[in-house]
């Protein structure tokens, strides 16, 4: 078992602790209340996860990422530099993906998954980075006025099984 120690604790961090356990943000406030339990009260990883029900490598985080920033590093920081830039061009490119008959394009399939799109626009390169999720997909789509649907299989009475309604009714 790995010790975690917290430094020191000023008595206005300590002041800014607590009152972030007030937060609307849960996250904030189970933070703040990781280094209090580690810091103030002494409890060890094991012991605050049992508490909480936070992974020790989570909890390990916060610890050290206090340490080495104080209040600030509880605060999560988005860095907007890594995320994927969709162009116009890029969007119409996807569109016209979605309403393209798969099978035209050589592809096995005849109807279109957010997440085969995703998958299809990653192999092709149409975005230069890492590629993109379905959900970025599906908002794209949105933005474009095309309604996409949840793929689903409905069994009906143009089954072709002589026995589907004995096996239907079971």
Known sequence: MRYTPVRRISEEEKRELYDLLD????DIKYRAK???????????VPEIREMTN????TIRKWIHRFNDHGICGLFT????????????????????IALTNPRKIGLK?????????????KEKKVVKEDGISHTAIR??????????R?????????????EYDLKKAH
């Open 139 to 148: 908002d794209i789509l949105i933005e474009k006025g095309v309604e996409w």
């Open 23 to 26: 937060s609307n943000n849960s």
């Open 109 to 121: 399939f005849s109807t279109w998954s957010l997440r085969s799109i995703a998958g299809y626009v």
């Open 34 to 44: 990781i280094v209090l339990l580690a810091g103030e009260e002494g409890y060890t």
């Open 77 to 96: 920081e988005i860095d907007y530099s890594r995320m994927i830039k969709i162009t116009d061009e890029v969007k119409h490119e996807i569109l016209h």
């Open 54 to 57: 936070i992974y020790d490598k």
């Open 150 to 162: 949840h793929s689903k299989t409905v069994l009906g009475s143009k089954s072709k099984d002589p």
